[in-house]
């Protein structure tokens, strides 16, 4: 069995980002939604890359099987996005989601983010038991700063202190 590595997003790699998390959002989750419908995907380094911010790919024998981003919004904060898996990758024995999201909070620890936020769907019900069993804490929309980046389809939002 081939081992998943997580690595920085490469501007080669935006097929195989899209390749995974459109079919997670039109076809598990019955989104109506296009790339283009997300223009961030179009620009992963110039929106995700820059500040403290970051863009990660799951790779299992060449094929990206996951991504993972962190949008920084100023103040010590970041917007965890676009966190997917392929289906085939899932699963505490693949390990993908929780190799992505604790190279995600390396990062952030190592720039000096203080507080992950995200924005997720009440239909993500295993994402939510995911991030739960890794630190976050369900808060209010309300509760958001400003600088928080909003998608139409978030109902339930998290954040998460970065542990130095």
Known sequence: MSE???????????????SVILPIQREEFGFDITAG??????VIPDFYQ?????????????????TIGLKDIGN???TLRKMFVAAGARGREHGTAARLLERLFAHARDVGVNEILLGTTDKFLAAHRFYEKHGFVQV?????????LFMQ??????RRGVRR
């Open 50 to 66: 820059t500040g403290k911010g970051g863009f990660w790919v799951a790779e299992k024998d060449g094929v990206i099987v996951g």
């Open 4 to 18: 998943i590595t997580v690595r920085p997003f490469e501007p080669q790699d935006k097929d195989g980002v899209i």
């Open 76 to 78: 010590g904060q970041a």
């Open 140 to 148: 209010d929309k309300a509760d958001l700063p400003e600088a928080f």
């Open 37 to 42: 419908d997300q223009p961030d995907l179009a």
């Open 153 to 158: 389809v978030d109902t339930r939002f998290y």
